[in-house]
């Protein structure tokens, strides 16, 4: 039944592995927070939805050009928890994407979903790693499909050369030090860190991991009509020209680069002379 539902849901992989396994992954708050969510978290599912749209010029990384990830992949979950709900009334089904205690890749990695990456990522060829996760969190002990962890990359320490941000190490990635996360920053920048950015290609993320990969030589396009039609490509100053907060939400709020309000992109531009 739950093949078919994530099949329909758009999912090109899915897992799922006692709440109890995954917790080994999280901090103590994580869990608290999980079952203030969920009071007796018996079950995480988790899903891949492909999001590779083609080879296209712009200034925002691939993952922000469709509709925002976090609305569409709650969606396409919500399908496969309305089934679920249906079955199991009154048993309390979670859908989420990256906007949960969860740590999404490592259920992935836990229920053998593609490969890890150095770069940190979860890579699902023949998605690449150009994939966005999502979980369902239940207080149902539902049968789970039979899991081997996932292998690791072929190693070949690409993206670890080209991190701009230093941020990549065998031990990891030092999330402070991605530039991905510093063009989302709120504020001035540094010198130090306004330099940085001056000299990276995107006002908004940074796909140079995974552009350097090898299993994204050549990524197979995804199906989902949400990450293939009507992208924002790219974003100049005009595009923000006299917006307010209220206006840029009407233009685009549907957008993952939405959330931080048009400040940080604006800053980013004017920070490459645009
Ligand atoms: S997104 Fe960019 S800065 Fe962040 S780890 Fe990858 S290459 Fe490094
Ligand atoms: S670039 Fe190489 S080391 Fe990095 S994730 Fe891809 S295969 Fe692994």
């Known amino acids: ?5 994530f099949a329909a849901a758009g ?29 007796n978290p018996r079950a995480v599912l ?14 925002l990384s691939l993952y922000a ?24 009334e009154n048993e309390i089904f979670l859908p989420a994407a990256d906007n949960s205690p969860l740590p ?16 940190g990522l979860v890579i699902l060829p023949p998605y690449g790693s150009y994939v966005f996760l999502g979980t369902i969190l239940t207080d149902v002990e539902l049968e789970l499909p039979l899991r081997t962890p996932s292998p690791g990359c072929v190693g070949c320490g ?25 063009t989302q920053k709120k504020g001035e920048l540094t010198e130090g860190e306004a330099a ?17 990969c090898p299993y994204n030589a050549a990524p197979a396009l995804s199906p989902l009509p ?7 490509d790219a974003l100049e100053g005009a595009d923000l020209e006299g917006l307010t907060n209220r206006t840029f939400r009407e233009k685009y709020g549907d957008r993952a680069f939405a959330w931080r309000g048009p400040a940080p992109l604006r800053r980013n531009l004017k920070g490459r002379g645009k």
């Open 196 to 212: 940085l950015l001056k000299a990276h290609p995107l006002i908004w993320g940074c796909d140079t991991c995974q552009r350097v």
């Open 158 to 182: 690409k993206c670890l050369t080209a991190c701009p941000g230093g941020a990549l190490g065998e031990a990891g990635v030092e999330v402070s030090r991605c530039l991905s996360d510093l």
């Open 46 to 59: 988790v899903a891949a939805f492909p999001y590779y749209a083609g080879e296209r010029p712009g200034n």
């Open 104 to 119: 999404e890749r490592q259920a992935a990695w836990r229920c053998g979903i593609g490969l890890r990456g150095k770069n």
């Open 65 to 88: 050009r469709g509709r925002d990830y976090h609305q569409v992949v709650t969606a396409r979950l919500n399908t496969i928890c309305d089934i679920l709900r249906k079955k199991y």
């Open 11 to 39: 999912a090109a992989a899915w897992g799922g592995l006692p709440f109890s396994e995954l917790a080994a992954d999280m901090t103590p708050e994580a869990i608290a927070k999980a079952e203030q969510l969920c009071p």
């Open 226 to 232: 949400e990450f293939r039609e009507g992208l924002v």
């Open 1 to 5: 039944m739950l093949n078919k539902a």
